[in-house]
């Protein structure tokens, strides 16, 4: 006979079945007497520990509930014969047996077999008496222990492994400050120096609000060490020696979330066609081990902020959004389901399609009610991506960027603050509001100086150029561009800027060409209409440019009614980049 309290309290035949224990009451008194230990509880404590106010003949109800459980458990005991397992001694009895699941999975822990032993849980220890006295100190010693297994386990795992299962950890139980350190570090050595410091700032923020007290000196030690980058801090095997060995010493999943990581630290970087040739192959690698939690993990930890609203490779990207579609109803999660949805948001830019646009409200709307500002971050980033749908969005875009600056300041997440920078410049150009683009473009560069990137000088110089107005300056920006791979920004966009350059100054639009641009350059009455993105308004200004030229009242009628809402802006200042002046002066 086997017993179960780590969970709802069971018995087991030794065919595996359930035995069947009658009521609550004879539960109870099996519970009670395998939290003695083999000890003998006397009947009397028995009635006072099953009833506040013992009702007359309870002593003779636990008689008959022993009775009852005997027989049940030991269902070919002979008549008359003394029985094995619930015995009398003296005043009470006694449960005699070393089957029970919480004593094997005590030494489960102790033998340092966590995976062996936290597989032995069906639920809290117990769980049938949650409120008894009797119960409680065991149900809290063995939470303890399990709790203490799942970060001896986590620290067992490569990182990249562990930052899932710990996020989930000190989720459920703030107060884990070894939890809160293990998550740290793990996101650390997996290549996210910027999400560790944050854990180790909301670690901080819910010891205080809720135990009110600070972080002990193992999580502070571990923030200076992270901000020095202490040799110590880097794992043993992953990426620190040679990749031979790593690849000796890794196994595929720990290697594909490895493998994220360093596409982050080369994505921020500008290592974009890099980037792209690995990040659908550790897709792909990880739907072939058919594990949907590594899957998961895989698309969700590019968190990478993205600031232009075409995607550099729409076949990969549309890839990319069918896999997250694939495994998002096997996460239950909140914060892998969020940063699944963010990631179907913003590789799915430039669609008009509903589906990117619910996935954004999704993601904030999740994100919101996790205090992980990271994912928050990520959120607003789709619904950043995801605003560009119709024109006159500048004021909302402005309030999204506002948000990320305050949000990543605080919690250490500079490519994300760099990203607020950036979306207000657009938002302050798109209203002239250029002493306030000018101080945003400062800031990002600063932040960028700081923080190694070197893409974020593409934009703050396309920037300068379009406060130049010059077609120097903006040939200029072009040839200082980085050879970064961003044909979602680059096709077309100096022809674009000159084009523009020239419309203003009354000069002939040269032939050039202009990329995914072109159809709305010299538009006619069959032009499509233009995708979403922050060349939208600048689009359809020019589809009403071209329809004035025609006479084509039709066209000029639909896109008054498109660009009224943005009438305070300017076409193209949307950008950062480049303009065709106020809007108003086309409508």
């Known amino acids: 006979m086997e017993f179960g309290v780590l969970g709802p309290v069971v018995a087991w035949d030794d065919a595996g079945q359930l035995v069947a224990l009658k009521g609550p009451r004879h539960r109870a008194v099996l519970a009670r007497l395998i939290v003695a230990r083999g000890r003998v509880v006397p009947a009397t404590r028995l009635v006072d520990d099953l009833w506040p106010d013992p009702p007359d003949g309870a002593l003779s109800a636990v008689r008959t509930f022993v009775a009852a459980l005997r027989r049940s458990l030991e269902p070919d005991r002979a008549p008359r014969s003394k029985p094995r397992l619930l015995v009398t001694e003296g005043p009470g009895y006694a449960l005699r047996t070393d089957a029970v699941d919480a004593w094997r999975f005590e030494a489960a822990v102790e033998a340092g077999e966590y995976e062996t032993a936290l597989g032995l849980w069906r639920g809290p220890a117990y769980a049938d008496f949650a409120d008894e006295p009797w119960a409680q100190g065991e149900r809290s010693r063995l939470t303890e222990l399990r709790l203490l297994a799942v970060e001896r386990l986590a620290a067992t795992r490569q990182p990249a492994e562990a930052v899932a299962e710990l996020d989930a950890h000190v989720t459920d139980h703030p107060w884990r400050e070894e939890g809160w350190r293990l998550l740290a570090l793990a996101l650390y050595q997996s290549g996210r120096q910027g999400d560790a410091l944050a854990v180790l700032r909301r670690a901080r ?151 990117p646009l619910e996935a954004a409200r999704e993601a904030e709307q999740i994100a919101r009610t996790l205090d992980d500002p990271a994912v928050l971050a990520f959120a607003l ?79 703050t110089r396309w920037y300068d150029a379009l406060r130049a107005d010059t077609p120097a300056a903006y040939l200029q920006a072009a040839a200082q561009h980085p050879a970064t791979a961003m044909p979602g920004l680059d096709a077309g966009l100096l022809p674009l800027a000159l084009a523009a350059q020239a419309i203003r100054h009354g000069t002939p639009v040269p032939d ?76």
């Open 381 to 459: 980033n789709g619904v950043f991506i995801q605003s560009c749908r119709r024109p006159g969005q500048s004021a909302v875009r402005d309030g999204i960027g506002a948000e990320l600056i305050a949000l990543a300041a605080r919690h250490a997440l500079p490519a994300y603050e760099i990203l607020g920078h950036l979306i207000r410049l657009q938002s302050a150009c798109a209203v002239a509001d250029y002493v306030a683009a000018d101080n945003h473009s400062a800031a990002a560069d600063d932040l960028a100086a700081r923080h190694d990137s070197p893409l974020v000088g593409v934009f």
């Open 512 to 587: 050039a060409d202009y990329g995914p641009h072109a159809p709305y350059i010299h538009p006619d009455s069959h032009a499509p209409d233009p995708p979403p993105g922050l060349f939208l308004e600048l689009h359809w200004t020019l589809i009403a440019r071209a329809a004035t030229t025609r006479g084509d009242d039709q066209t000029l009628a639909r896109a008054r009614a498109v660009l009224a809402p943005a009438a305070a802006e300017q076409a193209g200042g949307q950008s950062g980049l480049l303009t065709l002046g106020p809007i108003s002066d086309y409508l």
């Open 205 to 355: 923020a819910m010891l205080v609000a809720q135990l009110g007290i600070d972080p002990g000196p193992a999580l502070a030690r571990l923030e200076e060490d992270i901000l020095n980058q202490a040799a110590h801090l880097q794992p043993a095997s992953v990426w620190s020696a040679t990749a031979a060995a790593y690849q000796r010493t890794a196994g595929a999943r720990a290697q594909l979330e490895s493998t994220v990581g360093l596409l982050r630290s080369l994505a921020v970087t500008g290592e974009l066609a890099e980037v792209r040739r690995h990040r659908l192959a550790a897709i792909t690698a990880a739907e072939e081990l058919g594990d949907a939690d590594l899957v998961a993990r895989v698309i969700g930890a590019y968190d990478v902020p993205a600031i232009w609203t075409r995607s550099d490779d729409e076949t990969q990207a549309a890839a990319i959004v069918r896999a997250a579609e694939r495994v998002l109803p096997t996460q239950d999660h909140p914060t892998m389901r969020a940063r699944l949805l963010a990631t179907i948001a913003l590789e799915s830019r430039g669609s008009s399609a509903a589906r």
